[in-house]
């Protein structure tokens, strides 16, 4: 369906994008709202980093649009959901095998830092002293894991 005159901005288009400006003020709000950086906000959402970007910054001219599948991501992502998941516990056996996987492709230092997170932290996990961690931080290391190691996958490509 074609935005028309009849049409609310807001509805998809033909080739499935919408304008950005109300899922940006949504994404903004939440960052400020749960103290996260926009990047952790991204990765819970599912949406690239090069989106979380636009969404953090400032309006640019013309009409800038988003895809409404990224929309959808970003509007259900609410500072309570993001409590909500940072009050539950769950098993941190998957999070520490992801982690000895990333730790493969580069230091623990610079995923920690790379992700956002303590080193610490993510030390307790990798080590096994912390048998559970958040449902925050298992989507977050989820998240992370696919961003870098397709980054390194993608470089050892091209050096071959």
């Known amino acids: 369906m074609t935005a028309t005159a009849s049409t609310p901005d807001h509805c998809p288009t033909d080739d499935g994008w919408v304008p950005i400006a109300p899922f940006r003020a949504h994404f903004?709000?939440?960052?400020?709202?749960?103290?996260?950086?926009?990047?952790?906000?991204?990765?819970?959402?599912?949406?690239?980093?090069?989106?979380?970007?636009?969404?953090?910054?400032?309006?640019?001219?013309?009409?800038?649009?988003?895809?409404?599948i990224d929309a959808c991501a970003v509007y259900q992502v609410t500072a309570a959901t993001l409590e909500g998941m940072r009050q539950e516990r769950?098993?941190?056996?998957?999070?520490?095998?992801?982690?000895?996987?990333?730790?493969?492709?580069?230091?623990?230092?610079?995923?920690?830092d790379f992700g956002d997170f303590r080193e610490q932290d993510l030390r307790h996990i990798a080590e096994g002293r912390w048998q559970q961690c958040s449902r925050l931080t298992e989507v977050r290391i989820l998240a992370l894991s696919h961003l870098i190691l397709e980054s390194t996958s993608a470089v050892a490509q091209r050096a071959a």
């Open 28 to 68: 903004q709000r939440t960052v400020e709202q749960s103290g996260l950086s926009a990047f952790t906000v991204g990765q819970v959402c599912g949406i690239t980093p090069a989106t979380a970007r636009r969404l953090a910054g400032p309006a640019r001219r013309g009409k800038e649009r988003i895809r409404w």
């Open 90 to 112: 769950v098993e941190a056996a998957r999070s520490r095998r992801r982690l000895r996987r990333m730790v493969q492709q580069a230091p623990l230092a610079w995923v920690a």
